[in-house]
């Protein structure tokens, strides 16, 4: 585990770890709300800030980077679930089925 004790709103805002300066992360975050919507990609219930989460795909401690293409928007809880693992990673757990 990574000592991930960071409540869901503080992960929310936190900017990555890849040294990306916060502002250039909260363009981003508004560009892959813009192009994702409101709702959670994976399971598509509808989130709005704060209640929105940008997720990286791939995560950035699996060398995921913070751009548009890694980036998407998801609901607190299934970010919470796929936590640091890949999409096919947590596809094949078949978590999303937990999806309320
Ligand atoms: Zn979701």
Redesign the pocket.
Known sequence: MSGDKKPWWAKCWVRPADGLPSYEWQQLRKRVIARDGEQ?T??G?PCSPPFLHIDHRFPLSRGGKSVMENLCV??P??NGRKGNLTPDEWLNKGVQNA?H
């Open positions: 959670c994976y399971c219930t998801a609901c809880s299934c999806a």
